[in-house]
């Protein structure tokens, strides 16, 4: 069973940066995707950023130019580097990781969640 734990969340200002770090443990076989999602007050889940186990990333239009994602594989550590936040961006934010397959297949999506770190921007 992988586990996730997020950690870097808290409370800045628009226009300050965050980092937030993602740990993960418990894999039986490797990892192939790990991404970033969010939820707001009163809003659904939205995609952040995705990185592939090869190091190639996509981003939401709504934080590209603003937001990195990273990771580090030896270490098994996801990170998200926030820049230029502004209150929007306020949510919860959580970690989320594709093992693959027993036959070494990606599937598409996420098969495991973490539980979240809270990110609130003031204006």
């Known amino acids: 069973q992988v586990h996730l734990v997020e950690s870097g969340g808290g409370s800045v200002q628009a226009g300050g940066s965050l980092r937030m770090s993602c740990v993960a443990s418990?894999?039986?076989?490797?990892?192939?995707?790990m991404g970033w999602f969010r939820q707001g007050p009163g809003k659904e889940r939205e995609w952040v950023a995705t990185?592939?186990?090869?190091?190639?990333?996509s981003y939401a239009e709504s934080v590209k130019g603003r937001f990195t994602i990273s990771q580090d594989n030896a270490a098994n550590m996801l990170y998200l580097q926030m820049n230029s936040l502004r209150p929007e961006d306020t949510a919860m934010y959580y970690c989320?990781?594709?093992?693959?397959?027993?036959?070494?297949?990606?599937?598409?999506?996420?098969?495991?969640w973490g539980q979240g770190t809270q990110v609130t921007v003031s204006s």
């Open positions: 989320a990781a594709r093992e693959r397959s027993s036959g070494g297949y990606c599937y598409a999506g996420f098969n495991y």
């Open positions: 990185i592939d186990s090869s190091g190639g990333t």
């Open positions: 418990g894999y039986t076989y490797s990892n192939c995707r």
